[in-house]
């Protein structure tokens, strides 16, 4: 593979566009550009729960979930291109089992927290239902995969089982939603 950036400044956005994979170029207020402005920050904010100590499996999963979000990025730079898989899909599934089975029943809403790195995987979890939000609105525009759309409804799900395994791990008590109304 040769060097994809070469250089980094290339003053070709100053005018507020910006390009995309395939040479063309839109504004940077695009509603593509939205979309893989938040996978981006998505992927960053995983970053953030990797500097913590994790389990392995936790580390491992977060890593290989980094770079899908560099595959969601490149096919929202493609058109008409797909690189999130149904394995990939299914992989979160599992994941998901996996992980929920080894916790108890929710009783009450959790209120973000527990931990350090749960309050990461609580802030990644919000973020990854706002990128959910921007694909669905670039959508809405153009015919986008149904796959990378599971995909991304599945992680926010599974940051949030991710948070909730790390507060049980760091023997956190996870706190919970308590209602004026009781």
């Known amino acids: ?26 504004n940077k207020d695009h509603p593509r550009i939205t979309a893989m402005g938040d996978i981006d920050e998505l992927n960053s904010s ?5 500097i913590h100590p994790l389990p392995d499996e936790i580390r ?13 990025g490149g096919e929202l730079s493609m058109p008409d291109q797909g690189f999130i898989s149904e394995q990939s899909v299914t992989q979160l599934d599992v994941a998901l089992d ?22 990461h995987c609580h802030m990644a979890r919000t973020i990854c239902r706002r990128a959910e939000r921007s694909v669905i609105t670039l959508g809405n525009q153009t015919e986008l995969s149904e796959v990378a759309l599971a995909y991304l409804n599945r992680l926010s799900d599974l940051l949030f089982v991710i948070a909730r395994t790390l507060t049980r791990v760091q023997k956190e ?6 209602s004026k109304r009781r």
């Open 60 to 72: 491992e999963l977060l890593t290989d979930i980094q770079h899908r979000m560099f595959d969601l």
């Open 46 to 50: 995983i970053g953030l729960i990797l």
């Open 1 to 26: 593979m040769g060097n994809r950036l070469s250089k980094i400044a290339t003053r070709t956005g100053d005018n507020g566009t910006t390009g995309l994979a395939d040479g063309s170029r839109i």
């Open 98 to 119: 996996t992980l929920n089975a080894e916790l108890p029943p929710l009783k009450e809403f959790i209120l973000p927290g527990g931990s350090p790195a749960a309050a």
């Open 173 to 178: 008590d996870e706190p919970q939603w308590q």
